[in-house]
């Protein structure tokens, strides 16, 4: 949760410069003269795209950490106890040694029923924590920020 907080924090100051970045545009084209702010808009309009794309990636990675934490709490509240799986393989040894003319064969049916539950209860919460971290944990991969100035475009003007 705290990945997920600190992505948060970012998709934030992502739209804070975002702001603070048309704030300034706005003004440079209150006092600039010429085609100097109309290349300028163009640059940053790409510019603005690109934080943008960052804001998105920003919030798609905090909702990954907030599926995995999500998934690791509901994984650690359901897998059966080791403890509990150890107890039923004790239990089950026990009776196949004493299982003298089948008389244990009724409780080593049900302790090895009950161990196969286990294993799939287990395995099932496994795979639905392993789907959430590999979703994840998949690349956002984010492009360069696009130039804001070229020395071709300032000798152009």
């Keep these: 949760m705290a990945s997920a907080t600190m992505w948060m924090g970012f ?6 410069a975002m702001a603070v970045f048309t704030a300034q545009m706005a003004t440079m084209g209150v ?15 790409a510019f603005m795209e690109w934080l943008g794309e960052c804001e998105t990636i920003a919030i798609a990675n905090a909702g990954a950490c907030t599926a995995v934490a999500t998934a690791y709490a509901a994984g650690t509240t359901s897998m059966i106890p080791t403890p509990a ?3 039923n393989r004790a239990a089950e040894m026990v009776a196949e040694a004493t299982n003298f003319l089948g008389v244990n064969s009724g409780l080593i049916l049900q302790l090895n029923a009950e161990y196969a539950q286990f294993w799939g209860e287990n395995g099932a919460t496994m795979m639905t924590y392993d789907q959430a971290v590999t979703t994840a944990t998949l690349p956002k991969p984010v492009r ?6 070229s020395m071709a475009a300032a ?3």
């Design 85 to 87: 799986v150890n107890a």
């Design 155 to 157: 000798t152009a003007h």
């Design 144 to 149: 360069p920020p696009p130039p804001l100035a």
């Design 31 to 45: 006092n600039w003269q010429g085609s100097a702010p109309t290349a300028m808009a163009a640059s940053a309009a």
């Design 11 to 16: 998709g934030a100051m992502v739209v804070d």
